[in-house]
């Protein structure tokens, strides 16, 4: 649940990060990044938001978190949300996404809001809505090959030309079932309103404490999408053969998958800190989703 308004000492540190080939920040930028001075607040940039002038600090995203700023602005859509909520959710970054794109449904507040939002948080007034995240580990030949986290899902699917998959799932070590799909999807709360849910899975609120196993395409008709606590552990097991797979995680990084290779996912240890302020979650699902429409 969302915590209640409150007035914090917020670290002086502000990340910016942007979406690529917006025009318009061009503008933007250099007025926030004087804003944020003149306020008292040191500025890191990631390098996509320092193509568009030239700014005073500038680092590759993925170093932004361990700066450990107090709070990241992201400027773009959902996926630019997605991406700076892996780089800085470990730090305990609060994140506010300004939505520049089309959807918005996680970058909900629109850019002529921007600095009322900022005044409002400088004073204390705003609400922290923490989403859990996926923490996903590549078990190949009994050892870790890479660990990386997801604030919105986790897949494992069939290359774009190979056949249907084999997958076995296992919670807490118990089995539960074998699939041949295209893949199988584990989301988050978050992530239960995007690919899962085109997958056929329900949608979770936030702030349930739980996870959402979703075949993509099973070959069975008995397959539904699974809900389990998210203090589980979820093994798939692939079972490819000569056939080629995938791991992806939010849709954004990833990596080939191999026969025997297995798939982990627990909660990772820190939430994704988002910035809220008056909306709330069904409010957006029926401005973004248009839920309950006729």
């Known amino acids: 649940m969302p915590d209640a308004p409150q007035r914090s000492s917020l670290p002086k540190i502000v990340a910016i990060i942007s979406k690529p080939d917006r025009p318009e920040l061009s503008e933007v930028l250099p007025k ?13 940039m990631d390098r996509e938001s320092a193509a568009y002038f030239q700014a005073s600090e500038v680092m590759p995203r993925s170093e932004l978190g361990a700066r450990s ?57 705003y609400v ?12 190949r030949n009994g050892e870790a090959v890479a660990t990386l986290e997801a604030l919105n899902d986790v897949v494992v699917s069939k290359s774009n030309i190979s056949r249907l998959n084999h997958f076995e799932l296992y919670v807490d070590l118990e089995f539960v079932s074998s699939y041949k799909a295209d893949g199988l999807i584990v989301a988050t709360p ?3 309103t995007a690919y899962s849910l085109g997958a056929g899975g329900p949608i979770l609120k936030p702030d349930v404490d739980a996870f959402v ?13 699974v809900v389990v606590r998210d203090t589980v552990e979820i093994e798939i097991q692939v079972k490819t053969g000569q056939e080629e797979a995938y791991l992806s995680l939010d849709g ?4 080939p ?15 994704a800190r988002l910035l809220r302020f008056q909306k709330t979650f069904f409010e957006v699902l029926s401005t973004k989703l248009k839920w309950g429409e006729r």
């Open 190 to 192: 978050t992530g239960s």
């Open 69 to 125: 700023p107090g709070m990241a602005l992201v400027l773009g859509g959902d996926g630019t949300l997605l991406s700076a909520a892996r780089a800085v959710s470990k730090a305990g970054t609060l994140i506010l996404g300004i939505n520049l794109g089309t959807l918005g449904f996680l970058t909900e507040l629109p850019l002529d809001e921007l600095y009322p939002a900022l005044e409002a948080i400088d004073r204390g007034h």
């Open 213 to 225: 196993i979703t075949p993509v395409s099973p070959h069975g008709l008995t397959h539904r999408p």
């Open 252 to 255: 954004q990084v990833g990596m």
């Open 257 to 271: 998958v191999r026969d025997g290779d297995i798939v982990r996912c627990v909660k990772a240890e820190h939430p």
């Open 128 to 139: 922290v809505d923490p989403r859990s995240m996926l923490s996903c580990s590549l078990i």
């Open 32 to 44: 926030l990044e004087k804003w944020l001075e003149e306020h008292g607040y040191a500025v890191l």
